[in-house]
Structure formats: structure tokens, C-alpha cells
């Protein structure tokens, strides 16, 4: 291979290298040797790459540095890479210099050599040159605006207060000034719990010249009421000193009251769509849903899962004989006495008309025909609000690894069919024979 072919190929796989990975903390880094050349021409055009490699990573230094506002960063005069940042620098570097004379009160400063940012900053000088109007329109803000506004020291002393501050918690800045009125506020959880200022973050914002928001916030009144605010705390830097904060705080009284009727109103909302709206126990769709739950959690843990669906035996009989309203009775006292007799872990679901089902998780298909069996006889001896015996068949099936909601329930209904057809009153299983025993 000729030396001006590997000089290529190297330098090739290299810059593909930087494409693709970025040029890294430590730069380009020159893959070659130029002493390897024997042949001049090659050896100069080494050299000469080897140059601008070494221009390449000085000025994506001085680039960095720029982005980290470090402006005295220098680059050799030669690297031609580097000129239209050091004309940026140069730029920056005036920049600097007129805004620390703005900030000692020379108003008569003009930015004109960086475009759209001169317009931003020479409008600043603008607005910054009437300052005794400036402080008379924030003093004439803060007295009409709508929200209390502290400005405090690193502390936490209160150093001013505005009318609207005094008007929501009753303080007047005379009494209240140098003390810290921190110790007024508190941040409460959603259960209620009130934390102490200690237990915030406000405290160490204030002190640190951090910014801190916060909708759950409660300032003590002066007449010991509570009262929820929103909160936004803003730092108050003045040149390298950390001066205080300025607290801005609004009464959030009616929202959280909003906020909670809506609470309560969304729970109202998912209870009604998650039960039956005549027993009170869930509806056939919530009953799918954690049906679907208690599939996945058997087959991950390969743990027991039985279904037991039931239907009151001749209940057309209840409802032709003695009304629906009693009938409708009937299926109330029929799921409250179902669902006394039952497992916490067990659930109960009306899964339309007269029929109902469960779901037995951990128990196995002759478990689940013993829970069937004991529920069938707590049926059969419970009095209910007709002059007549109310019974119940069950039909009982077990989680196999391949089911799913319809397979199951569908074997249990077959079951529950059979029960029907051997004459009632008793439980069958999806394994029971065809003909009664």
C-alpha cells in the first residue's frame, strides 16, 4: 500500500470516527506520525494536516469556553478557524464592559455591532432611564395588584409588605416589620397534615437565592384563620450580594374548595360507572376488568383462580307473583348476603338480571365448589323479604393456563347450566358429569 493511500484511508477512518461519535473532551486526535513518511510530499501534506487538526480542537476550546461565558480565552493568531469566534469574543468581551458600566449607573450606553441583541439591550437602557418613574410605577403595581407580595431578608425578616398582603392576612407592616413571618406559614399534604417552615423548602430558597413555587402553602391570619395560598418565591440579588426574596402569595380558598368538590364529584363518577346502580355491588364491566387482573396475576405466579357464577333459581316466579319492586328487593338482600359471606379477597359482581358471579382467587375447582356449596345453603336459610324460599344454582369453574375472561366465564356459565337443568339448588362443576349424580 502507498504511503499517500494509507495517509488517506487513516485520516479517512478517523474523521468518520468524529461524524459519528463527536469530537470529545480531548479533541481530534491525529491518527499519524508524520515522521512514518519518507517521501517529502507526503510528509508536508502530514504536517500540514497535523496543523489543522490542532486548529480544529483550539477553536472548539475557545467555543466551548465562549458558551461558558469564560471571555478571556485565547487561541494563536494563525488559526484561521478560530477568527469569526474571536470576533464574537471581542464583541462580548465590549458587551461586558458596558453592561458593568450600565450597572453603575451609566444610562448612556448603545450596543450597535450584534444585531437583534442591540435592539433588546439598547431598548433596556431605554426603559431603565427614567429609574425614579420606574420605582414609582412598581410602588403604584404592587399597591393595586392582586396578590400579597412580602419582601423579606435572607432570614425571613419582613422587611415590606403591600396593601394587599396586609388585607389578606390582617397584618400591618408596623407590627409585623423585622420580625420573620415565616413562622406563619406551613405547607400541608393532601391529607391534611400541616409541616412546618423548617420542613419546606422555602426556608433554604430564601437563604440560598433560589426560586421556589408552591400551591400548597397555608399562611396563619392574624385571626388564626388558615389560609391556602399559592406561592412563588423569587430571589433579590443586588451586583454578588443575595439581598432576600420577594414572596408573591394569592387566596387559593376557593379553588382548593373546587378542587375537592370536583374530587369528590370524579369519585362519585367512578363509583357510579363501577357498580350496579340497584345492588351497590360492582357492574359487570368493573367485574371484567379486575377479571382480567386476576387472570394475569394467576398465570404470572401460576397460583389458583376460581370462577363462581350463580343465578337465583325461578326468579321470574318472584317477579310475576309479587312485583318487581319486590323482586328488585330481592336481588339487593340477595347480593348484601352474598357478600357478607365472602373473603375480603373475593370479589362480587352482579353479571346481569338475576345472575351474579365471583371470582376465588387461590382457591382450586374443589375449593371453589365448597365456597359455592356453603354460599348455596347461606342462601337457602336466609329469610328474605318474600313469603317464599329463594335458592340459588351455581356453576363453578378453575383458571387453566390458556383462558381468558370469555373461556372462563363461559365454562362456569356451562356449568351453572347444568345445575339449572339437574334440578336446581345445588353446584355443579365445569368437570361434573352431564347426567345428575
Known sequence: MSSSTHLLETLNHCLAQAMERGIGKNGLTFPISCEEFQDPSCRCFCENLE????????????????????????????????????????????????????????????????????????????????????????????????????????????????????????????????????????????????FAPEETRLLHAIANGQTYNDNDCVFTCKSGRLMPVSLAC????????????????????????????LHKINALLDMQASTDGLTGIYNRAKFSKLLKVEIARAARYGSAMSILMFDIDKFKDVNDTYGHQSGDKV????????????????????????????????????????????????VEQTAFSVPRKITVSFGVAVFRADDTEISLTNRADTALYRAKENGRNRVETEDSPADPV
Not at 496543523?51 to 493568531?77: C, D, H, M, P, W
Open 234 to 261: 423569587r430571589p433579590v440579588v443586588t451586583g454578588d450580594s443575595l439581598e432576600g426574596a420577594v414572596l408573591a402569595f394569592h387566596d387559593i380558598s376557593e379553588q382548593k374548595k373546587y378542587q375537592e368538590s
Open 51 to 194: 496543523q489543522i487538526f490542532g486548529q480544529i480542537n483550539e477553536t472548539y476550546r475557545l467555543a466551548e469556553a465562549l458558551a461558558n461565558g469564560q471571555l478571556k480565552a485565547e487561541v494563536s493568531r494563525s488559526n484561521i478557524f478560530a477568527m469569526p469566534l474571536k470576533a464574537l469574543q471581542s464583541s462580548l468581551r465590549h458587551l461586558t464592559w458596558q453592561t458593568n458600566q450600565v450597572a453603575a449607573g451609566d444610562l448612556s450606553q448603545q450596543v450597535t455591532f450584534l444585531g437583534e441583541f442591540s435592539e433588546s439591550f439598547n431598548h433596556m437602557i431605554e426603559s431603565l432611564r427614567d429609574k425614579k418613574s420606574l420605582e414609582q410605577r412598581l410602588k403604584t403595581i404592587t399597591d393595586v395588584i392582586g396578590e400579597g407580595i412580602y419582601l423579606v431578608d435572607t432570614k425571613g425578616a419582613l422587611l415590606f409588605a403591600n396593601p394587599e398582603a396586609e388585607k389578606l392576612l390582617g397584618y400591618g407592616i408596623e407590627e409585623m416589620a423585622g420580625k420573620i413571618i415565616l413562622h406563619a406559614i406551613h405547607k400541608q399534604v393532601a391529607d391534611g397534615t400541616l
Open 331 to 378: 336481588l339487593i338482600e340477595m347480593a348484601r348476603a352474598i357478600h357478607h359471606n365472602i373473603r375480603s379477597t373475593e370479589i362480587v359482581a352482579r353479571w346481569g338480571g338475576e345472575e351474579f358471579i365471583i371470582i376465588a382467587p387461590g382457591c382450586g375447582l374443589e375449593q371453589g365448589r365448597q365456597l359455592a356449596d356453603i354460599l348455596r345453603l347461606k
